[in-house]
T-cell receptor
Framework: AQSVTQPDIHITVSEGASLELRCNYS??????LFWYVQSPGQGLQLLLK??????LVQGIKGFEAEFKRSQSSFNLRKPSVHWSDAAEYFC????????????FGKGTRLHILP | DVKVTQSSRYLVKRTGEKVFLECVQD?????MFWYRQDPGLGLRLIYF???????EKGDIPEGYSVSREKKERFSLILESASTNQTSMYLC????????????FGPGTRLTVL
């Protein structure tokens, strides 16, 4: 069965430091991959997505992610975090069968130290 | 811009009450989804719909039902609310035909006393 794993439940980084959030998926074919962000008390907002083509994807708010088929990974990166990046981040994989469903990871909560 | 709205941001109900959560999208999307979000469990799919009057069970449909009488509106119904249904409920919509981005509403924080 398809699955998404985010190994880190919480991550703390200092403001201005670089960030990498990990995501691994289990899926037999080329996946559709997403990263969403959820600020406290809000819904989810799409950061970026990968469907095909260039494996390095640029998103909003200065985020990028790289699809690595050999590692079944889609890690999210940002070179320098800002205090406003404190939020919960969800990786998700689209399942290509008759349904248009997306399977979400359990999320990584990012804390920023001043 | 896609806009998905949910009828309430916060809701407090008593055990046994019938609860309606409403979701409306303004982008003519065919697909609509209801999730619940709990700490440590991420998002879990309750029900989804591909078209008017169509509904499919998700991963945790027990205790819930849905209604989609109009394309833009998808309602989640708790027939008899229980305390274990206290949660954040998120609605989403997307185009159909292949995997498309899901757009989310702001969520409804439901507390059942």
């Amino acid at each position: 069965a398809q699955s998404v794993t985010q190994p880190d439940i919480h991550i703390t980084v200092s403001e201005g430091a670089s960030l990498e959030l990990r995501c691994n998926y289990s899926y037999g074919a080329t996946p559709y991959l997403f990263w969403y962000v959820q600020s406290p008390g809000q819904g989810l907002q799409l950061l970026l997505k990968y469907f095909s083509g260039d494996t390095l994807v640029q998103g909003i708010k200065g985020f990028e992610a790289e699809f690595k088929r050999s590692q079944s990974s889609f890690n999210l990166r940002k070179p320098s975090v800002h205090w406003s990046d404190a939020a919960e981040y969800f990786c998700a994989v689209g399942v290509k069968n008759r349904d248009d469903k997306i399977i979400f990871g359990k999320g990584t909560r990012l804390h920023i130290l001043p | 811009d896609v806009k998905v709205t949910q009828s309430s941001r916060y809701l407090v109900k008593r055990t046994g009450e019938k609860v309606f959560l409403e979701c409306v999208q303004d982008m003519d999307h065919e697909n609509m989804f209801w999730y619940r979000q709990d700490p440590g469990l991420g998002l879990r799919l309750i029900y989804f719909s591909y078209d008017v009057k169509m509904k499919e069970k998700g991963d945790i449909p027990e205790g819930y039902s849905v209604s989609r009488e109009k394309k833009e509106r998808f309602s989640l119904i708790l027939e008899s609310a229980s305390t274990n249904q206290t949660s954040m409920y998120l609605c989403a919509s997307s185009r159909s035909g292949r995997i498309h981005t899901q757009y989310f509403g702001p969520g409804t924080r439901l507390t059942v006393l």
